[in-house]
């Protein structure tokens, strides 16, 4: 932007906020604090879905500590790209201790963290801070570095504090927009269910009739049972991979698949093609109006197809797909398929045989297949209005499928016009960021932190403790001579209780560089059921 709005000052998020704070606790050892793994928040939601209690004594080592209405932000791939990010809040004793893998923003007071939240929240910065991460695939972080000096646009705390209403306002509307369009998938599916249990219950076409039906079967007058074999031709396919003799005449052609033939449509992004004998490719082309099931595969996808109308030229059909041709004037394929598709699934499920991987339905069970057969002319009726109602539930999923896009792109657009200023109307009357910040400084610089100092955290250590902080990770390791245990390695460094993040971020900065030199190896400690215990590593042999 080149004009910030009125009372509004571009600042860094350091200017604001505190990033990896030391630690800080007044607990005693058995008090408990809320605990926070990576999986415990939600990346939906923003937000400590599955918080847990632990005692003080078993996380205040080798864990990133925050208090109530900190924001912790996952600096690894992939839980920074997906938006793993949360305000503190309704931590027990007011204190959290989660996983090394957060960096934790401490408001200064010039910041809401829930506008902070929001602001490291939004796809663009989670973008740009993906493209400065660093370390081996698939270890890479966001380095503190750049969260410290990210441009941020700061306006007055009054604001700050309408922008975040108004946020939450139209995100929670817009959740519950993305909840209801969620329901429309099912609500069309069940939708076109009914369409075709009234279809082949002569409900659908009971105008053409009145109300007359068979007081013996409950169809429609004029309509009968029939099994599918008597008023088709069902042909198996082609066997892929068959040994040939060598001295064959053999021809190229296209052939579906399983993969091909889905329930209700055709999926030709892929056709294959076989060499066969004229003979084969003569008996087997598909024309007009074939209907296509397939013989096997999943259980619940017996079955399943479509009809064929000449999409491909002279394309025949593998072993696994039946092709069954109707006789004249018995029933439109359209009819059959939408029939096996929807009411046919149950029969093909309880008739189909399974064998360790597949599952198959023979020819002969599909021919036995029942189905209700209308005079010809009602069951042309039937796939018309089956046809005329589908495309207009398709024409509804269309735009369903629209105005979810939209939706997305609503709440991504609805934080950039926040952070611009562009959300709501400024105020005159809100005390200036500028100002705001000023008084901000001069409180934090006068205000004493309650860090425990140098004295308080090596009090009652001996020399060696001292001395080990200014040893080196390679120091420690060369001296060991073989496996240590990760804790022991950290202790070793000078990695105790009240370490900072910054000392604990310098360690791990020297693991990635050793393991990315190669001289590093690590190696996962498991009790007899397996379950990891804890890491140990070494130096590598030169």
Known sequence: MSKLPQGWVGVNIADVAEVNPRKSVDLSPDEFVTFVPMAAVSEITGTIATPMGRPLRQVNKGFTQFVENDVIFAKITPSMENGKAAVAANLTNGIGFGSTEFHVFRSKGAVLPKFLWYFIRQQSFRDNARKVMSGAVGQQRVPADYLRSHPLLLPPLQE????????DNLISRSARARSELKKIPSLLAAYKSAVLELAFSGKLTADLRGNNSDATSGLPEGWTI?????????QSGIQVGKRRSGQEELVEVSYLRVAN??????????IKTIFVTPEEKARLLLAQGDVLMNEGGDRDKLGRGWVWNGEVDECIHQNHVFRIRMKPATLPPEFVSH?????????????GTQTTN?????KRKVAALPLPVPPFEEAVEIVRRIERTFMWLDRVAASHGGASQLLEKLDTALLSK?????????NAGDEPASALLERVKAEWVAQPRKIQSRKQ???GQTREK??????????????????????DVFQRCGIGDGASTEEIERLYSELRDLDLAGKLETEAVNDDQGRKIYDRIRLKAV
């Open 160 to 167: 700050q504090e309408r922008i975040v209403a108004k946020i």
């Open 226 to 234: 029939q099994s599918l074999g008597d008023i088709s031709e069902i």
């Open 261 to 270: 033939v889905q329930r209700g449509w055709l999926n030709l992004d892929e």
């Open 339 to 351: 029939f096996s598709n929807e009411r046919g699934q149950q029969y093909f499920f309880d008739e």
């Open 358 to 362: 597949l599952a198959s339905i023979s």
């Open 418 to 426: 926040a952070f611009e200023g562009q959300l709501i109307p400024q």
């Open 457 to 459: 955290i090596y009090q």
């Open 466 to 487: 001292l001395m080990a902080i200014e040893r080196t990770l390679e120091q420690v390791l060369t001296e060991a001579k073989s496996w240590l245990p990760a804790q």
